[in-house]
C-alpha cells in the first residue's frame, strides 16, 4: 500500500512532464529565430540611422586623416563648405551609399552578436538571466566588433577609397570593387585589416561595456528597469567618446593604409605607418588628427545607434506580442 500511494504522483509527474516539454521545444526554437531577427533588424536600422546623420563630418575626418594637413576646426569648415560649393550639397554624403552597404550588415551582425555573445558568456560564467559582471561585459563587446569587421572589412574598404577620391574615379561601389582587382590586386581589398581588427577590440569593447554599465548603474541608482530615449542618447554619447579615443590612432593608420593606392603613398605595415606618420606629422598631430571631429560625430553617431537599436528592440517585442495575443 505505502509505496503504491508513493509510486501514483510519480507517475503522473512523468506523464504531464513530457508532453509540456514537447510541446515547447518548438516554441522555443521560434522564439530564438525570432530573437535572432529582432537584433539583426535593430542593429542594421540602428547603423543606417547613426552614419547617415553623420556622413558630411565622417567625410571630412578621413579626408584629414589621409592627408597631411593639418587639422583643425576651421580647416574642417572650410572643407564641408568648398567641397559643398564645388560638387554640390549631396556630394557631402558621397560614399554614404558604400557606407549602407557595408554598415547595414556590419551593424546587424555586430548587435546580433553582441546579444548572442552575452548569452553564451552568461551561461558560461553563471550569470544567466542577471547583467554580467565588467570582464565578460567587455569581452562581448570585443567579440561581437571583432565578428562584424571581420565579415565586413572590404565594404569599409571600398567606402574609405570612395570618400577621398572624387567621383570621376570611381562611378559606383562596383567600379571601386572591379579596379581595385585588376589595378591593385585583390589582397589590397584586405589592406589595413590588421590595424582594424587591433581597433576594434578596444572600441567594441569599451562601447558595449560603458553603455551596459551605465544603464545598470542607472537601473540600480532610479529603481527603473529601463532609462528614457533621452537617457539613452546620453549613455550612447559617453560610449561612443571613451571607445574611440580610445582606438583612434589605429583608425587613422587603418585608414592610410586602405587610401595608399590612390594617395601616393605605400605604407607595408602598422608601426611603419605610425612611424611616418609620427616623423611628418607629430605624435598628437598625426596620430590622433581629427580626434575633435569625432568628439563631436562619434558620440552622436554612437548615441543614436545605441537609442535606435534599443528602441526598435522594445518595438518589435510590442509588436510580436500584440500579434501573439490577438491569435
Known amino acids: 500500500m505505502g509505496n503504491g500511494v508513493r509510486e501514483c504522483p510519480v ?35 540602428a547603423g543606417a540611422v547613426a552614419k547617415t546623420a553623420v556622413a558630411p563630418l565622417d567625410r571630412t575626418k578621413i579626408m584629414f586623416q589621409v592627408s597631411s594637413k593639418r587639422f583643425s576646426a576651421k580647416e574642417a569648415y572650410r572643407l564641408i563648405y568648398r567641397t559643398y560649393l564645388n560638387e554640390g550639397f549631396w556630394s557631402l554624403w558621397r560614399g554614404n551609399s558604400a557606407t549602407m552597404v557595408r554598415v ?5 551582425i555586430q548587435f546580433c ?27 562581448a563587446g570585443s567579440l561581437a566588433g571583432t565578428t562584424a569587421a571581420m565579415l565586413t572589412y572590404p565594404l569599409d ?17 562596383v567600379h571601386v570593387f572591379i579596379r581595385i582587382s585588376r589595378e591593385e590586386g585583390l589582397k589590397t581589398l584586405y589592406r589595413g585589416f590588421t590595424p582594424t581588427i587591433l581597433g576594434v577590440i578596444p572600441y567594441a569593447g ?30 550612447g554619447a559617453c560610449a561612443g567618446l571613451i571607445g574611440q579615443s580610445a582606438s583612434y590612432p589605429l583608425d587613422v593608420v587603418r585608414r592610410r593604409m ?45 548615441g543614436i545607434s545605441f537609442t535606435t537599436f534599443d528602441l526598435t528592440q522594445i518595438l518589435l517585442r510590442k509588436l510580436q506580442h500584440s500579434t501573439n495575443v490577438e491569435r
Open 157 to 173: 574598404m571600398v567606402r574609405a577609397r570612395m570618400a577621398v577620391t572624387p567621383k570621376e574615379m570611381y562611378s559606383n561601389i
Open 258 to 302: 586602405q587610401t595608399a593606392g590612390v594617395m601616393g603613398h605605400t605604407y607595408s605595415s602598422i608601426l611603419l605607418t605610425m612611424q611616418e606618420i609620427v616623423r611628418e606629422e607629430g605624435l598628437i598631430r598625426g596620430l590622433y588628427k581629427g580626434l575633435s571631429m569625432n568628439w563631436v560625430k562619434g558620440p552622436i553617431a554612437v
Open 11 to 45: 507517475d503522473f509527474k512523468q506523464q504531464d512532464v513530457e508532453p509540456v516539454t514537447s510541446a515547447h521545444l518548438p516554441s522555443e526554437g521560434n522564439q530564438e529565430k525570432k530573437k535572432v531577427l529582432n537584433s539583426l533588424m535593430s542593429g542594421a536600422l
Open 206 to 235: 569599451l562601447s558595449f561595456f560603458t553603455y551596459e554599465t551605465l544603464k545598470k548603474l542607472h537601473a540600480d541608482h532610479s529603481g527603473k528597469s529601463q532609462p528614457t530615449p533621452p537617457e539613452r542618447l546620453l549613455f
Open 113 to 139: 552578436a553582441h546579444e548572442e555573445y552575452k548569452q553564451l558568456l552568461g551561461s558560461y560564467y553563471g550569470f544567466q538571466g542577471k547583467a554580467l559582471t565588467p570582464f565578460p561585459r567587455f569581452i
Open 104 to 108: 547595414i550588415p556590419y551593424a546587424a
